[in-house]
């Protein structure tokens, strides 16, 4: 079955690159009258509507500089499909960043595992720029090794799968339950995912839906975005690592999985690496009193 569904795209000042994922997204080997492209232009200070909306989306501008960031976007952009077009009734979401690229087939595999009763669908997400430089290569061979070892696995597996930064699908289900996009941390993606394997859901996974991401090439741009998904992951785990660990003791291995995800490693090997180095010097003196105790 063929189902209808919204996209969701959040931008903000990306006037240079959403013309081409709406481009792409026009493109689809899908029935065109089951996919509508909704844009939030949020906080802009360019044309990012004007060219979003030349490209064909439906578009929203929001301005609101207490409640920034992405997920406070969605939620905004999501409650205005709910109210302006409730006639269309939407059986799922597409979520996308402005500057990624799709291919032709990408919605209609997506749709072939929604059908089969995923209620939470990830992409294949695969890199814009792989060949730009050492850094753009290390994050594009890391995001395959998250789609080919880890979410292609766990589907393998019949366990959940983890939502990965952009190009997945939510059921309008889900978030009816859930009251709308309620996730608001560092890592919106990764709460998203814990929060809904809490809940009992199973996030699919679809290799055959190629989704093309820009990749940072400097290293100042890739050291900031890691310190904030380190910073992401620590929240997730202060707010959801109980959960999880209740989880995971009743036999839910997709709790494990994603509390070994979320775990603060750099934080653990730190206490190992300190307490080691109290408790060597301690055992070395011990060992060397029970010595001269035997001599004497």
């Known amino acids: 079955k063929n189902h209808r569904f919204a996209v ?63 997920g406070f976007a ?33 919605v209609s595999s ?29 994050y594009s061979i890391w ?32 978030f009816r339950r859930n009251g709308g996009w309620v996730h608001y941390l560092l890592t919106e993606d990764i709460e998203f995912t814990t929060d809904s394997i809490i809940k009992g ?4 996974y679809c290799a055959d839906a190629v989704l093309f991401d820009e990749q940072p090439d400097n290293f100042k741009t890739s050291y900031t975005q890691r310190l ?7 929240q997730v785990f202060y707010y959801y ?3 999880l660990l209740k989880g995971a003791f009743k036999g839910n291995f997709s709790c494990f999985d994603m509390l070994m995800t979320i775990s603060p490693a750099m934080l653990l090997t730190l206490f190992s690496a300190v307490l080691n180095a109290i408790a060597i010097p301690v055992c070395l003196f011990i060992d060397a009193q029970d010595t001269l105790r035997l001599l004497v």
């Not at 597409?94 to 990624?100: G, I, S, T």
């Not at 904030?228 to 620590?234: D, I, L, N, T, V």
């Open 110 to 138: 997506m749709n072939a595992v929604f059908d089969q009763g995923y209620r939470l669908v990830t992409s294949y997400r695969n890199s814009k720029n792989f060949g730009d430089n050492w850094i753009s290569a290390g």
């Open 201 to 204: 859901e199973k996030v699919g």
């Open 8 to 70: 969701m795209i959040s931008a903000r000042n990306e006037s240079g690159v959403i013309a081409h994922l709406i481009d792409s997204l026009h493109k689809q080997n899908y029935p065109k009258e089951l996919l509508d492209i909704f844009v939030v232009a949020d906080n802009c200070t360019d044309n990012t509507a004007e060219v979003a909306k030349e490209a064909g989306a439906i578009v929203y501008e929001r301005f609101n500089q207490e409640q920034v960031g992405k």
């Open 74 to 106: 969605l939620n905004w952009l999501l409650n205005k499909i709910w109210t302006e077009h409730a006639d269309k009734q939407y059986e799922g979401y597409f979520v996308f960043d402005a500057d990624n690229v799709v291919l032709p087939s990408f």
């Open 228 to 234: 904030r998904w380190s910073k992401g992951f620590y």
């Open 241 to 243: 690592g109980a959960k």
């Open 143 to 174: 995001f395959l090794r998250e789609a080919k070892f880890l979410n292609n696995a766990r589907m393998q597996l019949g366990t959940s799968c983890a939502v990965s930064g952009t190009g997945f699908l939510v059921s309008d289900e889900i």
